[in-house]
């Protein structure tokens, strides 16, 4: 996908006097309407200027750490995990590096983010994609999943908050995941990487409280919530009251993995602590309107515009999909010509869906300034007319 977007960006007009507007990648980060909270920046800027933190880490300082995510992980589930169940990873896609283990079968999402079906073809993972609903809100194909699942399938992949989609799952259809799952004999491998990013009317809900059900591993990080996703600083938590993964030696695993990357985390260790000291509660206010402001932008602009369909309002994550109608359009045979086009023409990038398994699709961020926002959908509307399909267009007029 990274190389696909790099191919896009290639085909931007540097003459064009227009800001270029990024619409590809989730990293909010150049705007400073989405900056993360001065007390995190302290943190870490204390724990360099401390001079404690430059040699190797001890023991202790592990087990301190581990436990500051348990706790708050804690916070948000009907039982309390522990020091043990918590291992820390260098950001969320070094948790996804270490589950995509060899010698089994795994379920993937599609459209799902394509750093899991890489590491599964490196790892030479068996795995599956089942579909994601978008006329259902992008819920799981149950009946799907039940389908594809075979004696060897060990796990399925769930994104919630989901990117690319922007859904959130309600706890009803996470408790059929679960269901599912406990039928099947799999675990369930929750990426919460987005987690409380919401801003619809659904909550967030942790995968984790459904863990009596069916074990749950959940892959997760501070880059989303903290809007720092430089800062790679993330876990993997077992959610498992039943200790079924123990029995299964998928806990004494992920143990030895932790005492395997003990030594590249010193610094990082310090500043888990001092983070998760601080409260988060004013910049989580401060970027959820922001984000509810801009996905609002995104839903109704893109509402306006001929020959692009968005199927569910975003409620999560800082992504949404919507689908070219194809036939609408003159010159323009898929959605990767479709997005060098517009990239050339406008200085507006978008990712196409190909790179996510879905061909004709598109996966637009919102995680951008409003007003550059508002620039960018107003020329990608430009855009689609430019290279519309007339006698169609009028007739849908």
């Keep these: 996908m990274r190389a696909l977007v790099g191919r896009i960006y290639g085909c931007v007009d540097k003459s064009d006097p227009r800001p270029l507007v990024p619409l590809a990648s989730g990293d909010p980060t150049p705007f400073g309407c989405f900056r993360t909270a001065p007390a995190a920046e302290e943190a870490v800027t204390a724990a360099v200027a401390s001079g404690q933190h430059n040699g190797y880490p001890s ?20 039982y309390e995990l522990s020091t043990g169940d918590v291992v820390l990873t260098a950001g969320c896609n070094h948790g996804i590096e270490i589950m995509m283990a060899p010698g089994a079968n795994v379920l993937l999402p599609r459209p799902g983010y394509p750093l899991y079906e890489a590491r599964a073809s490196l ?29 060897n399938t060990v796990a399925m992949v769930v994104v919630n908050p989901n990117n690319p989609s922007g859904a959130v799952y309600s706890y009803q259809h996470l408790a059929k995941i679960a269901e599912t799952a406990r039928k099947l004999g799999i675990m369930v491998i929750s990426d919460e990487v987005y987690e409380h990013f919401v801003f619809g009317s659904k909550p967030f809900v942790p995968m984790g409280v459904f863990g009596e ?76 309107n922001v984000m509810r402001e801009t996905a609002e932008i995104c839903y ?98």
């Design 59 to 78: 023991a202790t300082g592990v087990t301190e750490a581990c436990s500051a995510v348990a706790r708050y992980l804690s916070q948000y589930l009907p």
């Design 300 to 397: 109704q602009k893109l509402k306006d515009i001929e020959g692009i369909t968005c199927p569910h309002k975003p409620e999560g994550s800082m992504f949404v999909m919507v689908k070219l109608e194809m036939p609408c359009f003159d010159g323009i045979y898929d959605d990767i010509n479709f997005c060098c086009n517009l990239a050339k023409e406008e200085s507006v990038v978008i990712s196409p869906g190909s790179g996510l398994g879905m061909k004709n699709w598109l996966r637009i961020t919102f995680a951008v300034d409003p007003l550059l926002l508002e620039d960018g959908l107003e020329r990608l509307k430009t855009f689609c007319l430019r290279h519309g399909n007339k006698s169609i267009m009028n007739q849908a007029s």
């Design 123 to 151: 790892s030479r993972l068996e795995f599956q994609h089942y579909n994601l609903l978008p006329e259902k809100g992008w819920e799981v194909d149950i009946q799907g999943v039940e389908a594809l699942a075979n004696a």
């Design 213 to 288: 059900i069916a074990p749950v591993v959940t892959l997760g990080g501070i880059s989303k919530r903290w809007m720092v996703p430089g800062w790679k600083l993330g876990w993997i938590a077992l959610t498992d009251p039943m200790g079924i993964l123990r029995r299964k030696k998928v806990s004494p695993c992920l143990v030895n993995i932790r005492h395997a990357c003990a030594l590249l985390f010193h610094l990082i260790y310090s500043m888990y602590l001092m983070i998760f000291k601080e409260l988060i509660s004013q910049i989580y206010r401060n970027v959820m």
